[in-house]
């Protein structure tokens, strides 16, 4: 709950953002039942709210009006449609074909920097995620070009860079390519309930070890 999450702010001295899901298939998907939600939030003091923008289909579904009444957007690139047309959600097995992990790459990179460039977004999240078939390989095919591509996006389009604490993600090499090109960072993580919270540890860790 709010509380819940507000008290281990307290505990540790976060000062946190909370995000609703707004997309296809993902929470809120009328701009009409977000703005009632709006209109009835009543924030907290010391807290941060934002728009989790879900899919590449949210920005037909909401204006920039509505948009605007978060303090920030942030999105992946968990869910997006493959070369031959299918919509994917890649942390659902059977909605995710990955065949040569080569070419799910380059795909995959493609559509993050479309993202980044083309969707008025300040934080990218869950960076570098891959599905479970091949995150096996991470070191291998996030290749440093394909790490410089994406950072490339980032520091042109000023978005920040979340260190995710839940999937420990980026990798030390990968934050340490960012930090030199000049991006900024965020701490997060997904839901997962209180004790996932914690204490953001893979993000300080990462602070010391990539010198943040």
């Given at each position: 709950t709010l509380e819940q999450a507000q008290a281990n702010a307290r505990k540790y001295g976060y000062t946190y953002g909370y995000a609703v899901n707004c997309g296809l298939q993902m929470g809120f998907e009328k701009e009409e039942e977000l703005r009632e939600y709006l209109d009835g939030y009543d924030q907290p003091p010391h807290t941060w709210h934002a728009?989790?923008?879900?899919?590449?289909?949210?920005?037909?579904?909401?204006?920039?009006?509505?948009?605007?009444?978060?303090?920030?957007?942030?999105t992946d690139a968990m869910t997006w449609t493959n070369d031959k047309g299918k919509?994917?959600?890649?942390w659902i097995k059977d909605e995710t074909e990955v065949g040569d992990p080569q070419d799910f790459m380059e795909q995959l990179v493609d559509r993050i920097v479309r993202i980044l460039e083309d969707e008025p977004i300040d934080i990218y999240v869950n960076p570098t995620y891959l599905p479970d078939e091949i995150n096996v390989r991470y070191d291998e095919l996030w290749t440093e070009e394909r790490m410089d591509r994406v950072i490339k996006a980032l520091v042109e389009n000023d978005i920040a860079l979340e260190i995710n604490c839940r999937r420990m993600i980026p990798s030390p090499a990968y934050i340490k390519?960012?930090?030199e090109a000049g991006v900024k960072f965020t701490f997060g993580t997904n839901n997962g309930g209180s004790e996932d919270l914690g204490r953001m540890d893979y993000a300080i860790r990462m602070v010391s070890e990539c010198g943040l």
């Open positions: 728009m989790q923008a879900e899919g590449r289909e949210w920005l037909d579904l909401f204006s920039p009006e509505i948009r605007s009444r978060f303090d920030y957007v942030f919509r994917m959600r890649l390519h960012a930090r």
